[in-house]
């Protein structure tokens, strides 16, 4: 990961690990052989070795062909030889059969066409679990996304500051990331990290209080920082009118606002959301160009579902679907006779990716995930969905 992780006595640490300050005393657990690095080969040997329908079907062929070949050969031979007595043109004979009629071409292209196939794949970063996905990826005409950490980044980070008039913009985020710094909240973390990139000087805090459903309330210096929601906001008597249209503004794009008030005076509002990634759009019009029908199925609300859609280029979109109904999405299209893929991260995703007709998984997302997909992206990209695809038809 990118990003330091904390980690203590009894954690376990993968080898590769860069160890920050400090000495460190590790014991190993696993030999080579159970790395990632090996279950990725292992991966990738798999589906080498696995055959595909065609290939099946190959095989099959081949056990009654070759047979069939040499007992049309012998008896070319012998009616050459014995019965019209001429055994020279009986072994010329006997060998065009073998020649013209070798299965070399049948029996070795399919599974050589596999093997090259996935070791292309392995080589952009595609791992090919069973040749079965090979296959099935060519005959592909819808692909279901999963919104957080597939179409979008997965982690959130500020994508507005909204301050109120005569109030700075620095002033407005310092004073928002002084309250947010202990609160461990992953919109906090978001509103730290922002300041911090900007090189802001945070002031210190002395006391916090964490309110479940408003916010934070937070002491500095003898005056109070509320950072939360428009309730936090009411109940504390901040008025809010001169800002409402802007953060509805917010909340039609699929922002979260944070109001951000100092005793009792609202400085404004930072907006937070789990912003798209660079390359979700080009790779939502890659598989369009394939002729492939996308849609968005996310558990966020409806409203930010659709704002992350309209950004991408999706017109499809199944908002607010728990686990077990992202699974029954998938059987309904499968029912009107679609071949899907379902493109997904995260735990919640499993069950979906293991009923489509293709599971592709983020390689940055769950365990879970990864074990329950056919096809995993070692880069979180989507553009890698429509190499897969574009593979499988080669």
Do not use: Y
Not at 101 to 123: D, I, K, N, Q, W
Not at 219 to 242: F, H, P, Q, Y
Not at 296 to 323: F, Q, Y
Not at 374 to 382: A, E, R
Request: proline share 6%.
């Amino acid at each position: 990961e990118s990003i330091p992780v904390d980690k203590n006595p009894g954690d376990e640490i993968l080898a590769g690990t860069i160890n920050g300050q400090g000495g460190l005393t590790a014991r190993v657990l696993r030999p080579v052989g159970r790395t990632a690095l090996a279950q990725v080969i292992e991966l990738v040997r798999h589906a080498q070795e696995s055959k595909t329908e065609v290939g099946r079907l190959a095989d099959r062929v081949v056990a009654w062909f070759v047979p069939a070949v040499l007992l049309i050969a012998v008896v070319s031979l012998l009616a050459w030889g014995p019965v019209a007595g001429n055994w020279s043109t009986a072994l010329a004979c006997a060998v065009a059969v073998l020649v013209v009629a070798c299965p070399c071409a049948l029996g070795l292209a399919t599974p050589m066409a596999v093997l090259v196939g996935s070791g292309r794949g392995a080589e952009s970063g595609i791992l090919i679990k069973e040749a079965h996905a090979l296959e099935t990826a060519g005959r592909l005409d819808t692909v279901v996304l999963d919104k957080t950490g597939t179409v979008t980044l997965g982690r959130p980070k500020v994508t507005a500051v909204g301050p109120a008039p005569a109030v700075p913009p620095e002033e407005l985020l310092a004073f928002a990331a002084a309250a947010e710094r202990l609160s461990q909240h992953p919109l906090g973390a978001a509103v730290v990290a922002e300041a911090e990139a900007r090189g802001l000087e945070i002031p210190p805090v002395e006391d916090l209080q964490v309110i479940p459903g408003q916010g934070v309330r937070a002491l500095s210096d003898g005056r109070t920082i509320l950072v939360g929601n428009e309730r936090l906001m009411r109940e504390s008597w901040i008025d809010l009118d001169a800002q409402r249209e802007a953060v509805r503004a917010m909340r039609q794009r699929g922002w979260t606002p944070l109001w951000v008030a100092l005793d009792g005076r609202r400085l404004g509002v930072v907006a937070v959301a789990d912003p798209v990634a660079p390359h979700s759009r080009e790779g939502v019009e890659r598989l369009r160009s394939l002729g492939l029908e996308v849609q968005l199925l996310s558990g966020d609300n409806r409203i930010t579902a659709k704002a992350v859609a309209a950004e991408v280029g999706i017109d499809e979109v199944a908002a607010e679907v728990l686990p077990d109904q992202k699974q029954e999405v998938i059987h309904r299209l499968q029912e009107s006779g679609r071949v899907v893929a379902m493109v997904g991260d995260g735990i919640n995703d499993a069950p979906a990716l293991a009923a489509a007709d293709l599971g592709i998984a983020i390689g940055s997302g769950s365990d879970v995930a990864i074990e329950a997909a056919d096809v995993v992206l070692v880069n979180p990209d989507l553009r890698g969905v429509a190499a897969a695809v574009g593979l499988s038809r080669a």
